[in-house]
């Protein structure tokens, strides 16, 4: 079965790098996700990862995969405080008609 | 420009009285996807439709219905609502199946009093 897991909170302050981690385990995932969701809004597709890629990079964003580990990671560097918000993984398989499988959310709280 | 539109951003209904959910999208995209998210979770699939052919998660209660007259256009229907129903709703769009992301629209928080 389908499991995508993340850590519920993290805090750091503005200037620093976030690495907010997940771990998923169909080992046929295809495409990886994080989503942002603000305060009382829908969620933002960030960014989005293919399984056949180690890493992606775009501007302040960087998405690690560890296939072996099924462990994926998103950081983000000099972290402001507009970027507090909840991160969500989520996974897909290509083809099938299983929907996305979300994390349970990381609620990211930027300290100035 | 929103892609993924959903009215109203806020919807109070009373207990047991009907309400209808809207969203309509510009991207002409094939599956449109309903979603129930309550406070502090993830967002929990209802169902979705890959153009006509509807899909209900095995799991949702038969209180939740939905319709898509068109492409653009896309209703959940809560034939009867309870005070557990109350939650934000999400919509959500992709290309196809598995090999493109969803695009979502910033949800309807529906309350039920």
């Known amino acids: 079965g389908e499991d995508v897991e993340q850590s519920l909170f993290l805090s750091v302050r503005e200037g620093d790098s976030s690495v907010i981690n997940c771990t998923y385990t169909?080992?046929?995932?295809?495409?990886l996700y994080w989503y942002k969701q603000e305060p009382g809004a829908g969620l933002q597709l960030l960014t989005y990862?293919?399984?056949?890629?180690d890493m992606k990079q775009d501007q302040r964003l960087t998405v690690l995969l560890n296939k072996k580990d099924k462990h994926l990671s998103l950081r983000i560097a000099d972290t402001q405080t507009g970027d507090s918000a909840i991160y969500f993984c989520?996974?897909?398989?290509?083809?099938?008609?299983?929907?996305?499988?979300f994390g349970s959310g990381t609620q990211l709280t930027v300290l100035p | 420009d929103a892609m993924v539109i959903q009215n109203p951003r806020y919807q109070v209904t009373q207990f047991g009285k009907p309400v209808t959910l809207s969203c309509s999208q510009t991207l002409n995209h094939n599956v449109m996807y309903w979603y129930q998210q309550k406070s502090s979770q993830a967002p929990k699939l209802l169902f979705h439709y890959y153009d006509k052919d509807f899909n209900n998660e095995a799991d949702t209660p038969d209180n939740f219905q939905s319709r898509r007259p068109n492409t653009s256009f896309c209703f959940l229907d809560i034939r009867s609502p309870g005070l557990g129903d109350a939650a934000m709703y999400l919509c959500?769009?992709?290309?196809?199946?598995?090999?493109?992301?969803?695009?979502f629209g910033n949800g309807t928080r529906l309350t039920v009093t």
């Open positions: 169909d080992s046929s995932s295809t495409y």
């Open positions: 989520a996974e897909s398989i290509e083809g099938s008609a299983r929907q996305l499988t």
């Open positions: 959500a769009t992709s290309r196809d199946h598995g090999t493109s992301p969803l695009h």
């Open positions: 990862i293919f399984s056949n890629m």
